[in-house]
Each structure stands twice: as structure tokens, then as C-alpha cells.
């Protein structure tokens, strides 16, 4: 089972993003992807007050392929009982944060009472983790250590520039995961995979905008073994999810 744990329902008119849930199924059947994590693109709740109902409707509307991942501000005074409103009401398996679109500190206390609360369910927190500030390895490394029991996932993986120093972090830190969308390195998966382990290693595509067929292909290209691409392609985030409780 090919599981993507990156894939975006939203509606941006500004960017001129329309993605939808069906959008999602359509790309996902395109690379033979059985199921995938879905987040929005925007935070909450300052764009989309309702971006949790979107979500969840998505599930509701593919019960069998599509999971949850909520996206909030960390700066929102309601943002743990949103946060445990996506766990318990609506049965969300994760937490996204970007701290370039909000501006948020990994290891802010407000972002660090989200990524407990997230520890208290064993949900995995899903980082953008790219070039910008505030996004880079070596900064969620510092949130990564003060919460040691909670499953950090480096999304993109350091992005173009800090793609070694993810995988530097990866070896560090016992509870980093890295992640593999939309990023360049077919080499670098292979890296990834033979120094942090192929257990700590994720497929995500960051679609439907990012294609999850040219993101797999990426993967496959790396040259893994049978065993550890199966691994990264679906039995590392299976096990994160099926831990959710």
C-alpha cells in the first residue's frame, strides 16, 4: 500500500488554488497512491474559520483513502481546544505547522503547547521544513528536543538548501522523521534512508498542486531496496497513524 503523507484540500483564490478532495483521488488514482494525509494550506482560523469541517468532509466524502492532519496557529488562544477538537470530534490523525506562513517560533511556547498536546494523543506533528526562517532543520531541531516523546516529520526535508542538514538532524535526534516531497535529490532519499534508517523515512508528494506521480517517481529513482521503499512508501506512515489514539 502506497500511503502519501502530504496532500493539501483547500480553496486560495488569491494563489489560484483550487483543491479539492476529488482533485486529490484524481492524482492520487493517477500514481496508484491508495491513501494520503490532507491538510489545508491556509492556518487556522484566521482565512478559513471552518477549515476543520473542510477537512473533515473530505474524509467523510473518502472514508477508505483520506486522513487528517490539522493546520492551526499557533498564536490562536483556542488553539489547543481546536486542536482537540480534531482528535476527538473528528478523529484527525496529526498536526501540521508552518512557521513561515505564521510567523511562529518552533520552539515558541505557543507552538509548543500545540506539539504536546499533539504528544498527548501520539499524533505526529508534521513541519513545513524548507530554506526560509524559522523553517529550517537546525530550528524545529530545537522544539524536537525539548518534546522528545512526540514524532517530528520534517516535511521536504530541508527543501533545496538544508537537505543535508535535515538528514545531520535526522541522525541527531531519534524522534526526527524526513519526508519526501518537493524537493530535488532522488540521491539524497537514498542518503536519508542509509544514515537515519529506512524507518524514519516518508513518501509525500505535496499535491495536488506538486504531481504525486513525478514525486513517487523521485523516490524509485533513489535505488532503494524492496524493503525499505516499501517502508518509506507506505509502512513508516501507516504504523504513525495506526499509533493515534
Known amino acids: 500500500m502506497i500511503i502519501d503523507a502530504h496532500m493539501h484540500v483547500d480553496d486560495v483564490p488569491a494563489l489560484g488554488w483550487h483543491l479539492g478532495a476529488d482533485l486529490c483521488i484524481e492524482r492520487m488514482d493517477e500514481a496508484e497512491i491508495e491513501r494520503a494525509v490532507v491538510m489545508t494550506i491556509t492556518d487556522l482560523p484566521e482565512v478559513n474559520p471552518h477549515a476543520l469541517e473542510l477537512i473533515a468532509e473530505a474524509i467523510r466524502q473518502y472514508p477508505n483513502r483520506l486522513y487528517g492532519f490539522a493546520r492551526i496557529h499557533p498564536w490562536y488562544p483556542d488553539a489547543v481546544s481546536l486542536l482537540e477538537r480534531a482528535f476527538t470530534d473528528l478523529h484527525f490523525k496529526g498536526l501540521k505547522l508552518h512557521p513561515v506562513t505564521t510567523s511562529a517560533h518552533p ?131 501507516r504504523e504513525l497513524l495506526e499509533a493515534v489514539r
Open 107 to 237: 520552539a515558541g511556547e505557543d507552538t509548543l503547547r500545540l506539539i504536546r498536546t499533539a504528544g498527548e494523543h501520539s499524533a505526529p506533528v508534521l513541519f513545513h521544513c524548507g530554506d526560509e526562517p524559522l523553517s529550517t532543520p537546525l530550528v524545529i531541531a530545537q522544539a524536537a528536543r525539548r518534546c522528545p516523546d512526540v514524532t517530528f516529520i520534517l516535511g521536504h526535508m530541508g527543501g533545496y538548501a538544508h537537505v543535508d542538514e535535515a538528514i545531520e538532524v535526522g541522525e541527531l535526534l531519534a524522534n526526527v522523521v524526513l519526508e519526501t516531497s518537493a524537493f530535488p535529490y532522488p540521491g539524497k532519499v537514498r542518503e536519508a534512508v542509509e544514515r537515519v534508517g529506512p524507518d524514519r523515512v516518508l513518501f509525500g508528494s505535496d499535491g495536488p498542486a506538486c504531481s504525486p506521480l513525478l514525486e513517487l517517481e523521485k523516490v524509485r529513482l533513489a535505488g532503494l531496496s524492496a524493503d525499505s521503499e516499501r517502508r518509506v512508501l507506505g509502512d513508516n506512515v
